[in-house]
């Protein structure tokens, strides 16, 4: 399976943006989903998760309550809705499938190219 991460850009604090993850080469359906992100000098960092089968969904502290993680199956797709963003939301994010299912420990793999998202006034 190939993702591919598209929808960053730049925008102002307090703005909304929501990202897309689209798979190429074979369904998502049975595959859990993870977004990350990496800004300049640190760390990726795992954000947000969604299951297959139940669709159920996890989210790092830094960003619950302002991002929302879906997918739609039938466009081979997930999304990361991000809204209330902050300048330290600025990074790269990408996406990849979760072998972990979404466990405290990741296990990702099948990484898409990412996209960069930047909040500044």
């Known amino acids: 399976v190939q993702l591919q991460a598209f929808g960053g850009g730049l925008l102002q604090p307090g703005g909304s943006l929501r990202l897309s993850c689209a798979a190429s080469g074979k369904t998502l359906d049975y595959y859990a989903i993870g977004w990350f992100r990496q800004a300049p000098g640190k760390e990726r960092e795992g954000i947000s998760c969604?299951?297959?089968?139940?669709?159920?969904?996890y989210y790092a502290g830094s960003v619950k309550g302002r991002f929302t993680i879906s997918r739609d199956n039938a466009k081979n797709t997930v999304y990361l809705q991000m809204n209330s963003l902050k300048p330290e939301d600025t990074a790269v994010y990408y996406c990849a499938v979760r072998f972990d299912h979404c466990s405290d420990y990741p296990v990702a793999g099948y990484w898409g190219q990412g996209t960069q998202v930047t909040v500044s006034s």
């Open positions: 969604i299951l297959s089968s139940s669709g159920s969904t």
